[in-house]
């Protein structure tokens, strides 16, 4: 089955500058890979997806960007601000209605 | 307001007790997914159904049993087999055909 590496697991920056979270897949039938963001005793929730037909979606300041022939996904916080410190989930699934598998996890703390 | 609710939030099980966890969703969506998730980890899939009265299990069923009587209820029974049922317990839905995971609030199961 599908295998998600995701890297850092913790990540702390500065108020203003740039977060970058990467995740490798394993299964080239993969073909959609959503981002997650999870606070504090709360359910994770969509903060943006891309499919394998796109190379780059851009939402504000958060953007993705996936390599299909390195199997390798990354999301990019801009501009950061306290209230993006939360943890960030990445998962991919080769097929619709099919599993998500997810990465690990990487707890990012923006410091002010 | 559309969306899914779990309770109860803080449930404790005794030794040798079957539990249940509830899960409601008023999205009309057709799948209905529950995950468990430990720190430090990534979401581990439990069961899923994608259609009423039927249902898959998922990486880690053991010690759990699901029903799915109506589109809207997904509940989990955490019986007296699993052994180590400490945990965080999200439900999740999608609409048939795409591929957004929309998660409840969770449930913290702990172990008196």
């Known amino acids: 089955g599908e295998n998600v590496e995701q890297h850092p697991s913790t990540l702390s920056v500065q108020e203003g500058d740039s977060a970058v979270i990467k995740c490798t897949y394993s299964?080239?039938?993969?073909?959609?890979f959503p981002w997650y963001k999870q606070e504090l005793g709360k359910g994770p929730q969509l903060i943006i997806d891309i499919r394998s037909n796109v190379g780059e979606k851009k939402d504000q300041r958060i953007a993705v960007t996936l390599n299909k022939t390195a199997k390798h996904f990354s999301l990019h916080i801009t501009e950061t601000q306290p209230e993006d410190s939360a943890v960030y989930f990445c998962?991919?699934?080769?097929?619709?209605?099919?599993?998500?598998?997810f990465g690990t996890g990487t707890s990012l703390t923006v410091i002010p | 307001d559309g969306g899914i609710t779990q309770s109860p939030k803080y449930l404790f099980r005794k030794e040798g007790q079957n539990v249940t966890l509830s899960c409601e969703q008023n999205?009309?969506?057709?799948?209905m997914y529950w995950y468990r998730q430990d720190p430090g980890q990534g979401l581990r899939l439990i069961y899923y159904?994608?259609?009423?009265?039927?249902?898959q299990k998922g990486d880690i069923a053991e010690g759990y049993s699901v029903s799915r009587e109506k589109k809207e209820s997904f509940p989990l029974t955490v019986t007296s087999a699993q052994k180590n049922p400490t945990a965080f317990y999200l439900c999740a839905s999608s609409p048939q055909g795409y591929e957004k995971l929309f998660f409840g609030s969770g449930t913290q199961l702990s172990v008196l």
């Open positions: 299964d080239s039938a993969s073909n959609y």
């Open positions: 159904s994608q259609i009423v009265n039927d249902f």
């Open positions: 999205l009309n969506h057709d799948a």
């Open positions: 998962a991919a699934t080769p097929n619709t209605g099919n599993q998500f598998y």
